[in-house]
């Protein structure tokens, strides 16, 4: 096996799937299939989700809100996708703890280094839920920091494509797909795989990231066992 603890990065609005807000059932219940099939490894998992499905702090400034005030509103959007998929992963039969960077005991428990690493000791999956705790940090940022708070060995950043293009593949049917990148390669072509302060995090602390798409049924299993060249690997 190539890795033995990973942090997995989802995207709020993966959530939504065919729906244009809010949580769709049937996408919860396959990301939930495909953590398990990967848990069922021994692999130790943890897992970031973003809240873009229901609220980003980046629309606070049209909706008159104050920046920092969206930004926190945009945490708590991450802790109700984490709750979701908490319900979703204990439904199959999978140990969990939600952890977050903002005190809410009454529904998770307070972000401890040294408990989330025993946690995944233990078996269970931690999501980490509310950012940071800090506006201005996107949860890119969190998934950088998590992964090095507890020594993963990879930030799979699960997409809608199966890697980093020269392009937007949705949008240039000539993009060109990367298997592999450093991470000089990846800034001097100015590709956009994660915000410059996550990327920058990884880059220091010589962690490697995998973009791929995670909606595609079975392509973690896939990228954890090796058994396909899946999505683009950057690294040192």
Known sequence: ????????KLSGEALMGEKGYGIDPD???????????VKELGIEVAIVIGGGNI??????EHLTIDRVQGDYMGMLATVINGMALQS?????????????????EQVCEP??????VRHLEKGRIVIFGAGIGNPYFTTDSTASL???E???????KGTRVNGVYSADPEKDPKAVRFDKLSYEEAYSKGL?????????LCQENNLPIVVFDMNKPGNLLKLMTGSEEIGTIIAN
């Open 1 to 8: 096996m190539k890795y033995k603890r990973i942090l997995l």
């Open 27 to 37: 996408r919860l219940e396959q990301y939930a299939q495909e953590i398990k099939s």
């Open 55 to 60: 609220f980003r702090g980046v629309q606070a």
């Open 88 to 104: 979703a992963l204990e439904k199959s039969g999978l140990y969990t703890r939600l952890m977050s960077g903002i005190k809410m």
């Open 111 to 116: 972000f401890i280094r040294r408990r989330a």
């Open 146 to 148: 998590r992964a090095v």
């Open 150 to 156: 507890i020594e993963a060995d990879v930030v799979l």
């Open 192 to 200: 956009n795989i994660m915000d410059l302060t996550a990327f920058t």
